[in-house]
């Protein structure tokens, strides 16, 4: 039997009366953003401000526009016909010729999220009626969302003619709200509607900027919340100097195939530029302008401006924003958004580029790489170092497919090959940032390096007039001090060599801390053997008299050997757990000075030390405070032995005590002291005054003290080199830790 047909043509597509509500209710994520939609159509009217107000004792939510309103025709075709082309067709607004900012055609079922019904209020010049007119609407949605089919939706409405004075806009009044309308000073509402509609003026959008700005003619635009209308003098004056005293700013400029970064900083004038050719679908380009804050010292210095106010407000704005068509886009920038990975790889102390621009226009080579001191990208920013923004026009999926194209639920973008390249320009951007910060820093530091040295020369100069005036040396140590302080002359005339190296050599002292745990490790198999060679000595001492005094010196040094290998093992374990813990304070004491015992007793230094049974210190990992004590009291052994030609009684105490507020940790000897023109030349890297001729402890690294003052002031404490030591002493080294 032949197959029969038994009907054929076409059918069109159905929708239920709910599909408005999935318009308005699913495809937006928040009512600041579905508030902000709104907004956005006031800004398309050509109207000068937006005001949203609460009426019938806050039951009702209302926008307000003074726009050019809907005629019937305009109505009927663009605002009751969902997803409507008309901006696609019309890409700028009829009378200031603004950029638009919406396409899709729905955004205006954004109501739907904020209450269940709406009356619509709009008055227009309608030139086919030669008149105006107000139009006003009634949508109950509950009742639309129960129907069938939405061609069944009936809207009541009502046209008017109106007298040719009668002021033209739009009114929107929401009732039976089903959000939060909570728009005091204090309510994330209120900010988060602000932060959208009103980017930070004091960014610079280039060609993005809003046409107003270009055109005598346009107002300009703003948005009036219920409570404080506008920001007021102080915060538009706190932005603006905030913006202007940046420490480096990167603007970047995509036009066409054309991608430049350009990098400002505050302390030069001459700006650092990269130019190149790119593949890009992004068809209207891109503008950013991003200023960097870092922490450091005098940035707001001496600006006119109160730094903590200033660093409050970065705080309070920080982050790079996407901004599109004068709107800011969410998620980009926002607290918890990290959309360029700046934290991520922060955290993770990153070593290379991310973006492939980086990696390819200014790659880093495997041994910078490795070196933390010289590595650009450990200094990559983090987001709260951040405020600036990205200006863009993104483009309906109905215009460019590949293209920025905004998600449905108007929170961020469509995750295609134009975002991608987005996120890949400003990465690299913010790290070709880094780099030209990295450089910055390397020629401040070798500027002060300069300037240091000249001080540092006269500083020298005096100190060995001190030395060769002083009454409590003797002839041939004024001549050995002086010496040493000639030779260190001589070196500051090489400075530029010495402080390329010094910068190298701290983070290769750095490294010593891998060996020192290395050596621990191996010199326990030393012992051993050394263990069976002095058993194997004494028992052959038993035999040979002449062998006892050896015998019983190898214990001895075996003995010293052996506490201080078990001091380094506890002090790196110590490192390791960095747990922080009160201590016994005079228990920490006797563990240093047990280990240096035999050397002082040999060298007849006198030790002494002050501390009560019941004085703990504050909650500190174990290795720093053993740390500092061990650095202090060693430096205080190596003062006395460089004069113990010159004293009779060559002395150190150590005194530990609780104060209110503070666990204080004091050092002191009567060696060989410091000259006052010296005083703060100690703190420098590298910089030593002891020399290692007929020391047995050596010069040191010139390294004790700096790290000693970095590591006290990182707990919160305080170091001092103090003015007035106890009497019969020369220099007093005075910690303080603060208590919790």
């Known amino acids: 039997m032949a197959e029969k047909v038994l009907d054929k043509g076409t059918i069109p597509f159905q929708a239920e009366g709910r599909l408005l509500q999935e318009l308005g209710e699913r495809l937006v994520a928040s009512p600041e953003v579905a508030l902000v939609e709104l907004i956005k159509n006031a800004y398309d009217a050509d109207s000068p401000s937006c005001e949203v107000h609460l009426g019938e004792g806050g039951k009702t939510l209302v926008i307000a526009d003074k726009g050019h309103g809907?005629?019937?025709?305009?109505?009927?075709?663009?605002?009751?016909?969902?997803?409507?082309?008309?901006?696609?067709?019309?890409?700028?607004?009829?009378?200031?010729?603004?950029?638009?900012?919406?396409?899709?055609?729905?955004?205006?079922?954004?109501?739907?999220?904020?209450?269940?019904?709406?009356?619509?209020?709009?008055?227009?010049?309608?030139?086919?009626?030669?008149?105006?007119?107000?139009?006003?609407?009634?949508?109950?949605?509950?009742?639309?969302?129960?129907?069938?089919?939405?061609?069944?939706?009936?809207?009541?409405?009502?046209?008017?003619?109106?007298?040719?004075?009668a002021p033209t806009g739009t009114t929107l009044a929401v009732r039976q709200l089903k959000t939060s309308t909570d728009f005091t000073s204090e309510s994330s509402l209120r900010s988060d509607v602000l932060r959208i509609v009103t980017p930070l003026q004091g960014l610079e959008a280039g060609r993005f900027k809003p046409a107003h700005q270009d055109s005598k003619k346009d107002p300009g635009f703003r948005v009036l919340l219920p409570g404080a209308q506008e920001e007021g003098p102080s915060e538009i004056d706190l932005a603006d100097l905030v913006l202007t005293n940046y420490w480096a700013r990167l603007q970047i400029d995509l036009t066409d195939n054309r991608l430049t970064f350009t990098v400002w900083f505050s302390s030069s004038r001459e700006p650092k530029t990269l130019e190149m050719k790119v593949s890009t679908t992004i068809s209207a380009g891109v503008a950013a302008d991003i200023r960097f804050f870092p922490r450091r010292k005098g940035v707001f210095h001496r600006k006119g401006i109160n730094g903590q106010a200033a660093w409050r407000w970065v705080r309070d704005n920080h982050g790079v924003a996407v901004v599109d068509h004068g709107f800011r886009i969410v998620p980009y920038g926002y607290e918890s958004d990290d959309w360029l990975h700046l934290d991520l790889d922060k955290a993770h102390s990153e070593r290379d580029w991310r973006s492939e621009i980086a990696k390819r226009h200014f790659p880093i080579s495997p041994a910078i790489r490795k070196d933390p001191a010289q590595n650009p990208a450990l200094y990559l920013p983090y987001n709260l170092q951040l405020v600036?923004?990205?200006?863009?026009?993104?483009?309906?999926?109905?215009?460019?497919?590949?293209?920025?194209?905004?998600?449905?639920?108007?929170?961020?973008?469509?995750?295609?090959?134009?975002?991608?390249?987005?996120?890949?320009?400003?990465?690299?951007?913010?790290?070709?940032?880094?780099?030209?910060?990295?450089?910055?820093?390397?020629?401040?530091?070798?500027?002060?390096?300069?300037?240091?040295?000249?001080?540092?020369?006269?500083?020298?100069?005096?100190?060995?007039?001190?030395?060769?005036?002083?009454?409590?040396?003797?002839?041939?140590?004024?001549?050995?001090?002086?010496?040493?302080?000639?030779?260190?002359?001589?070196?500051?005339?090489?400075?530029?060599?010495?402080?390329?190296?010094?910068?190298?050599?701290?983070?290769?002292?750095?490294?010593?801390?891998?060996?020192?745990?290395?050596?621990?490790?191996?010199?326990?198999?030393?012992?051993?053997?050394?263990?069976?060679?002095?058993?194997?000595?004494?028992?052959?001492?038993?035999?040979?008299?002449?062998?006892?005094?050896?015998?019983?010196?190898?214990?001895?040094?075996?003995?010293?050997?052996?506490?201080?290998?078990?001091?380094?093992?506890?002090?790196?374990?110590?490192?390791?757990?960095?747990?922080?813990?009160?201590?016994?304070?005079?228990?920490?004491?006797?563990?240093?000075?047990?280990?240096?015992?035999?050397?002082?007793?040999?060298?007849?230094?006198?030790?002494?030390?002050?501390?009560?049974?019941?004085?703990?210190?504050?909650?500190?990992?174990?290795?720093?405070?053993?740390?500092?004590?061990?650095?202090?009291?060693?430096?205080?052994?190596?003062?006395?032995?460089?004069?113990?030609?010159?004293?009779?009684?060559?002395?150190?105490?150590?005194?530990?005590?609780?104060?209110?507020?503070?666990?204080?940790?004091?050092?002191?000897?009567?060696?060989?002291?410091?000259?006052?023109e010296l005083r703060k030349r100690i703190w420098d890297p590298l910089y030593t005054t002891t020399s290692d001729t007929g020391n047995p402890l050596g010069s040191g690294m010139g390294l004790g003290l700096t790290l000693i003052r970095q590591v006290v002031e990182d707990t919160g404490g305080k170091i001092i080199l103090a003015d007035d030591p106890p009497p019969g002493f020369t220099t007093c080294f005075r910690v303080a830790f603060p208590k919790e």
Request: hydrophobic residues 40%; glycine residues 4%; charged residues 30%.
């Open 70 to 165: 809907m005629t019937w025709d305009e109505f009927v075709g663009k605002w009751m016909r969902i997803a409507t082309s008309s901006k696609l067709n019309e890409p700028v607004s009829r009378i200031y010729r603004r950029r638009l900012t919406g396409a899709k055609g729905i955004g205006r079922f954004a109501v739907r999220y904020l209450g269940d019904h709406l009356t619509l209020i709009t008055v227009a010049q309608d030139s086919k009626r030669k008149s105006k007119t107000r139009l006003t609407a009634r949508y109950d949605w509950p009742e639309i969302d129960r129907l069938s089919d939405i061609r069944d939706a009936k809207v009541q409405y009502t046209l008017e003619q109106l007298s040719e004075d």
């Open 388 to 676: 600036g923004a990205v200006f863009v026009e993104s483009k309906p999926p109905q215009k460019a497919a590949t293209d920025l194209i905004p998600s449905m639920d108007r929170e961020g973008y469509v995750k295609n090959r134009a975002f991608d390249e987005l996120v890949e320009f400003v990465r690299a951007g913010i790290e070709f940032l880094a780099l030209q910060d990295k450089r910055e820093l390397d020629r401040i530091l070798a500027k002060v390096a300069r300037e240091a040295t000249q001080n540092a020369r006269e500083d020298v100069r005096r100190a060995i007039e001190h030395i060769k005036r002083s009454p409590t040396l003797s002839a041939p140590d004024k001549a050995r001090i002086t010496k040493a302080y000639s030779e260190l002359a001589y070196r500051l005339e090489e400075v530029e060599e010495y402080n390329v190296q010094a910068r190298r050599s701290l983070m290769t002292m750095s490294l010593l801390g891998v060996v020192a745990g290395f050596m621990t490790h191996e010199s326990k198999s030393l012992v051993f053997e050394m263990e069976k060679a002095a058993q194997m000595v004494s028992s052959l001492a038993k035999k040979h008299r002449d062998l006892r005094d050896i015998a019983a010196e190898l214990e001895r040094r075996l003995a010293t050997f052996k506490g201080q290998l078990q001091y380094s093992q506890m002090f790196l374990n110590g490192v390791r757990r960095n747990e922080a813990v009160p201590m016994s304070a005079s228990g920490q004491i006797r563990h240093v000075l047990k280990r240096f015992e035999s050397f002082a007793t040999d060298h007849g230094i006198k030790v002494t030390w002050d501390a009560e049974s019941r004085v703990r210190t504050p909650a500190l990992p174990p290795a720093v405070y053993s740390g500092v004590l061990l650095n202090l009291y060693t430096n205080a052994l190596k003062a006395v032995l460089a004069v113990t030609s010159s004293i009779r009684n060559p002395k150190v105490t150590i005194r530990a005590w609780n104060e209110r507020n503070s666990h204080c940790l004091e050092v002191s000897d009567n060696g060989v002291g410091i000259p006052p």
